[in-house]
């Protein structure tokens, strides 16, 4: 059964940069049709897609974020990661790793990780 | 980017009843269309996808319908389990893939 798990600090300095990791166990990262993402949703609010990577390399982002964010990913580690440089406490927020399904160009989330609270702040 | 709205805000629900989620689109996305519910303190899990499949493990109560901007998910007998947000998410024109706010379905 594939899982997801999101690890990293739960606390960021407002202008510093937010760093998660999601391990992926029970199914390989590099998988074909399948992409991998970032989610958040702050405190009582919406869910904001983020960005999301290929086992490639391959990314697509946000464009209210992309100016600010990164995605890796690390097969070998069967891993990938998010960067958010220049955080403020608007990107206070629970942050989802989740499998993207992308045959032909579809782009929903079929497997998520349980979430991570990140707090900016000082 | 194409702004994806929900109605009503909260839906408020007897056990055993139908509910009736609307999901409506700035502009048309086909059937590029997915519901998501999530519970709290829990992640979201995708119970729609294509505007009408039931993803896997996702109980025949739940149903989905419509193309290109207006879209409804029925739950057709409200269970425990059932109470939750909702949210509904467009792929056809991306990025942004882009989420409506939520409807939450409570206990009447």
């Known amino acids: 059964q594939l899982q997801l798990q999101e690890s990293g600090p739960g606390l960021v300095k407002p202008s510093e940069t937010l760093s998660l990791t999601c391990t992926v166990s029970g199914g390989s990262i590099s998988r074909s049709n399948y992409y991998w993402g970032w989610i958040r949703q702050p405190p009582g609010k919406g869910l904001e897609w983020i960005g999301s990577?290929?086992?490639?390399?391959?990314?697509y982002y946000n464009p209210s974020l992309k100016s600010r964010v990164t995605i890796s990913v690390d097969t070998a580690k069967n891993q990938f990661s998010l960067s958010l440089r220049s955080v403020t406490a608007a990107d206070t927020a629970v942050y989802y790793c989740?499998?993207?399904?992308?045959?032909?160009?579809?782009?929903?989330?079929?497997?998520w990780g349980q979430g991570t609270l990140v707090t900016v702040s000082s | 980017e194409i702004v994806m709205t929900q109605s009503p805000a909260t839906l408020s629900v007897s056990p055993g009843e139908r509910a009736t989620l609307s999901c409506r689109a700035s502009q048309s996305v086909n059937y590029n269309l997915a519901w998501y519910q999530q519970k709290p303190g829990q992640a979201p899990s995708l119970v729609i996808y294509?505007?009408?499949t039931r993803a896997t493990g996702i109980p025949a109560r739940f149903s989905g319908s419509g193309f290109g901007t207006d879209f409804t998910l029925t739950i057709s007998s409200l269970q425990s389990e059932d109470f939750a947000v909702y949210y509904c998410?467009?792929?056809?024109?991306?990025?942004?893939?882009?989420f409506g706010p939520g409807t939450t379905v409570d206990i009447k």
């Open positions: 989740v499998r993207v399904m992308y045959p032909t160009g579809l782009f929903y989330f079929d497997c």
């Open positions: 998410q467009q792929y056809n024109d991306w990025p942004p893939v882009t």
């Open positions: 990577i290929y086992y490639s390399g391959s990314t």
């Open positions: 294509g505007a009408s």
